[in-house]
C-alpha cells in the first residue's frame, strides 16, 4: 500500500501515473488533439462551461478559460488528470486563467491579509468542526537555559475522519510511533520537548497548535525536528497537501474514472501545505534555530520549493510569488510583501534546513506489510539507530529504497535538502 493508493489498485495505477521513461522524453508526456477533446466532454459533462484545455510548452495539457472560483479550477485540473494521468497535466498558470466573478480575486484581501501578518504565536483559525488538542506538552518552561535544546513533534495518521476506508492507510501511525521512540532512545530528545500525534489526535488543529508552540518556545542554538506520515495530495498549482485526520474534501470525485484519492480537492484549510511548512521553515531560520522535517508521504519532494536556500535558480520573482498568493487567497499586498522579504532574509541566513521526503515530487510513497510499515520510515529508523546522524542515514537508505521499490515494479527515489552544505546533520 501507498501513502497515496489502495493496495489492490497498485499496478493499474502505476500504469496510469508513472509512465515509462524513454528516450523521446517529451514524447511520452505530449497530448495529442483526442486526448484534449476528451478533457473537453469531460468539462461539458460536469457543467465546466468556461473551462478549456490546451497543449503547454512542453507538451503536456495545461488549464485555460475562465472559471468561477478556485474550486472550479481545481475541479477541471482533476478532471484533467483522471482523462491523462498527473505527468501529463501541467501546473496550472494563474495568468492563463479567469475568474467570471468581478472582484474575486479581492474578496477575501481583507480578512486573510489580516490573518497573513499575524505574529507566529497568533492563533489560526481552526476548521471545523474542532478537534481538542492533546495536551501532551507541557506549557513553556521559563527557568534559566543550560545550553541549546532539542525539541520534537511527530505526527502519523493512518486514520481519516472524511475518507472512506479504502483510502485509511496501515502503517503511518505505526511508523509515527517508532520514529517516537528513535527519538527518545539514548536521549535523543527529552520527553517532556516531544510530542506525539497519531490518527485522531492528528487532526488539524493540534498539529498547527502544536507548529505554533515550537515557534514560542524554541530559541537561537535550538533544535527542532518533525517527521509526518499521512497522505500527501497535489493540487493545480503544482503543490501539495499533507492530509491530517480531519481533512475536508468539498469534492470527493472529479471525473467520470472512478474516484481515486488524487481526485480529490482538499479544503486547505484543513491540512498541512507545503507552504505552511516552509513559512514555519522560514520563521525558525529566522531565529536561528536548526530545523529538521522528515515526511513520509506521496509526493513529499514537492515541498523542496518552499524551503528558503533550495536551488536558487528556480526560486520564484515577487511577480510570481504575488500571482500565485492572489490566485489561493488575494492577501493585501502588503502581506505578500513581508513574506516576500521573510524569504529572501532567511534564503541568506546560516540557520541549518535539513529536509528529507521518502518520494520525489511525482512519486508515491510505499508502505510494505514485510517490513512492518512505510518502507522508507522503517529502512531510515533502522539506519538512524546504527548512525545518529540525519544525512548519513539517508544515504545509506536511500539505495535500499530504490531497490526495494523496483522490486514490485515501482519507482520510489528519496530525497535529501542540506543547507547550507556543510551544516551539522547529526542527531
Known sequence: ?????????????AALLCPPVSAQGRDIYEVSTSDLAEIRRAFHSMGLKGADIARAADGRATLVGEFEDRDEVETAFSAARA???LRRVAPTTPTNIKYRLKGFDSAFASTVG?????????????PKPAVSEPTHLPPPRTEARHGPRTYGLVVGSSKFKNLPEKHQLEFASKDAQDFYNTLVAGNKVKLDHLQLLRNEEANSNAVHAALRRLLETTEAGDTVVIFIASHGLPNALGKF????????FPKKKAGSKGDSLDMAVTNRASTLTDEDMGQFIVQMVLKDVRTVLVLDTCYSGKTFTEVPGF??????SLTRYKQEVAYKTAPSSESIAELAVAKDKAKE????RIVIVSASENEESLEMPDIGGGMFTQLYVAQLKQVNDYADAFDQT?????????????????????????????M
Open 83 to 85: 482523462v491523462l494521468g
Open 1 to 13: 500500500m501507498s501513502r497515496f493508493w489502495s493496495i489492490a489498485g497498485l499496478a493499474l495505477f
Open 241 to 248: 497537501d499533507v492530509v491530517l485526520y480531519d481533512t475536508e
Open 311 to 316: 536551488l536558487p535558480s528556480r526560486t520564484r
Open 114 to 126: 489580516k490573518m497573513m501578518r499575524k505574529s507566529p504565536g497568533a492563533e489560526k483559525p481552526a
Open 349 to 352: 541566513a546560516k540557520a541549518t
Open 398 to 426: 536511500k539505495p535500499q529504497v530504490i531497490k526495494k521499490a523496483r522490486t514490485v515494479g515501482f519507482s520510489q527515489t528519496p530525497r535529501l535538502l542540506v543547507v547550507p552544505e556543510d551544516a551539522q546533520t547529526k
